[in-house]
């Protein structure tokens, strides 16, 4: 059994999140991700916390299973060259480095597709190249306080600040697996490569937009934008006896099952809370019943009685409870692994299913630069030239 | 010019985000999305507050763009029999309702496929098929409670709650789209179409844990899970003289300028903050000077700054103020354009860019059934037969 990216071969020359979690997506889809990384390793091996040797913590790994890496000094000719050659034999290029130091390096759209016509190209940038924000770089928070993100919070509680993850990061680098994915399937057709330009504000403008233009869709505006519901402070899992639990009760039915397991069957048809477009009106009305009615039993009691009641409901799981959920084990999310040189981890599972083959779990990632001899040796350069590299630095094969 | 999915006929039967923005983004890269709503419409057209008509509110607007609308009574076995002469003639069949339901009406992957082996199934459930969990229903609040969203809140602020999007529908939609793309690759290959399973917990518990389980990657764990710099209280915009402006200095040289920048070059060789490793072991320190350093200057000053001094940076956006950002406004993200029924509106527009050729702006967002007719008898439905749907109500053709 094989994923369906099975046979493509991606070539990675980005860090941190957005570049690594699209080469992550396609990797666990079956394709083999070679990862360029600097001398002294992606900036994720460094900036995110403990682990048991130097550079890899668990963030880095849990972001790049399955990688091959190699490690060169693009400050140096050589390693530009070398870069290059491997760029030659492989089927996509992902970076996410600015479009100038792109062309300084030579690995920009038109250079690379000028030597390899089947390459799919993909550049990961802040900005679109189109409007006067072109070129500046960015990062995640940047683009949380740019897109709307951090506006949604202060539309909700009054004060701006970012999701506590790296929601434009991760968001856009599924976005360009994606976009990669469609390219593939259009070269089948074609028999030529293209580039791709996925700008990270205008992806993540138009996500804040699609949830919250709202009322400001119309010119001229029928209100404010935001979609109240969402943004309703009182969107929180709900307290019980013994800790939270999470419903929705959107529907009609769900919403008249849910004030029949409180104990309040006259909300069904009190003209407040009866339809679902009252309910859109009295928002606030709705969810402060819902924050204030379930203390009275446990999350267990709850669940049994909105599981058969069938209100969508579900246990709290703070980010210790979800490593031993029940669910994630059973398929497979959380499993144990030794990592050949880190020792004991959780490793994460794959999400989803191909009735047409998945790809098997991927090995553990790698250690600074572990596949680097052996990837130039597949990009066809003798054993001469990569000792030469090693010999200069410019190929480097462990952690500084 | 045409996008890479051009030629791709994608049957939609979701309703409200994720099944919605996972062919929003299939539509918006060519394929031709035929929408299935129920007689009173997908839900997202009564949920989402107001607009000119009923059934015709902004947030339906912005993730329905380009697709066509046909409304079936599924009640009525016409009905389903209608919608399995539709789905006979699609490349794509995308659906999250409930896998029993699907089973009740014949549309689950083996029905469907059994009568076009070349289709492609995307089932979005709430949980994967196996688990414990397996068939419950789930919205996106559940999910976003069930999967760590709302704990990496209560690991950052002391109270769990929701992130103010639909966080869970956005990202999985996405990666359904993303996942179609891959099974049209291989299809391509293949000849013949598959069944793909998108559980959301799973999905969205892989995006937390890859996060944030950190330390607690290790056996036994090296520490709490958690990234506590993104964890941080003060992740949020800083206020300047007079609002807020967004940065990032992860890297030394973004660091050492930062501190240039606000008048403190002796924090460049200080032990708490010359490097990145000492800066992630004294984060809230480094952050507290960041959130402490920029009042005196105004936003656009410190822009200025900033961009002279290589520190990445941007203007923080309201939701208000974004629909006027000029870069969105140059890039064609945000336009104006007559609803042919609804007057005039907000057009978001598509953010990634093909040199190999891109989708022309699709026409806005149809009202209920406009399209139903049409759709039937391209799918070889006689004049009779049509007119017989119509008569019994089982097809529906404007808001009742």
């Known amino acids: 059994m094989a994923g369906p990216l099975d046979g493509v071969r991606v070539l990675d020359l980005s860090a941190v999140v957005v570049g690594p979690i699209c080469t992550h997506v396609l990797c666990e889809q079956g394709a083999e991700v070679i990862k360029v990384e600097a001398p002294t390793g992606d900036l994720l091996r460094h900036l995110a916390g403990r682990g048991r040797s130097a550079g890899m913590n668990g963030k880095f790994l849990n972001f790049n299973r399955g990688k091959k890496s190699i490690a060169i000094d693009l400050k140096q000719p050589a390693g530009i060259e070398a870069l290059r050659r491997v760029a030659a034999t492989v089927d996509v290029f992902v970076t996410n480095i600015r479009p100038d130091a792109q062309q300084r390096l030579g690995v920009d759209a038109d250079a690379l597709r000028a030597a390899a016509p089947r390459l799919i190209h ?78 990270m504000f205008e992806n993540m403008a138009a996500y804040i937009m699609q949830e919250h233009l709202g009322a400001a869709s119309f010119r001229p505006p029928l209100g404010p934008p935001g979609d109240h519901r969402v943004l309703s402070p009182d969107g929180k899992p709900l307290p019980t006896k013994d800790g939270f639990v999470c419903i929705s009760a959107n529907t009609d039915a769900q919403a008249h099952a849910f004030f029949d397991a409180i104990g309040r069957p006259e909300l069904k048809t009190d003209p407040r809370f009866a339809k679902v477009a009252q309910r859109v009106q009295h928002t606030k009305e709705y969810f402060h019943i819902r924050a204030t009615s379930l ?89 001469d030239e990569i000792d030469a590299l090693r010999h200069d630095g410019v190929l480097i094969e462990g952690m500084p």
């Not at 189109?130 to 995640?140: C, E, L, N, T, V």
């Not at 409870?321 to 030794?338: F, Q, T, Y």
Request: glycine share 14%.
């Open 122 to 199: 993909c550049s990961i940038t802040g900005f679109g190249s189109g409007g006067p924000y072109a070129g500046r770089a960015a990062y995640d928070t940047v683009i949380q306080g740019a897109s709307g993100v951090a506006g949604t919070f202060a539309a909700s509680t009054g004060e701006p600040r970012y999701v506590p993850f790296l929601v434009a990061d991760h968001t856009v680098g599924l976005v360009a697996a994606q976009l990669i994915g469609f390219a593939l399937y259009r070269r089948e057709k074609t028999g030529i490569g293209e580039a791709i330009e996925v700008p």
């Open 295 to 383: 203390g009275g039993r446990t999350t267990a009691e709850w669940l049994e009685i909105f599981d058969r009641m069938d209100v969508p409901a579900s246990p709290y799981n703070t980010l210790s409870s979800l490593i031993d959920d029940p669910h994630l084990r059973a398929v497979g999310m959380v499993r144990e692994e030794d990592h050949p040189t880190e020792g004991a981890t959780i490793a994460i599972g794959a999400p989803n299913r191909f009735s047409g083959g998945n790809t098997p779990p991927r090995p553990p990632a790698p250690r600074l630069g572990a596949d680097g001899a052996a990837i130039l040796a597949q990009a066809g350069l003798s054993t």
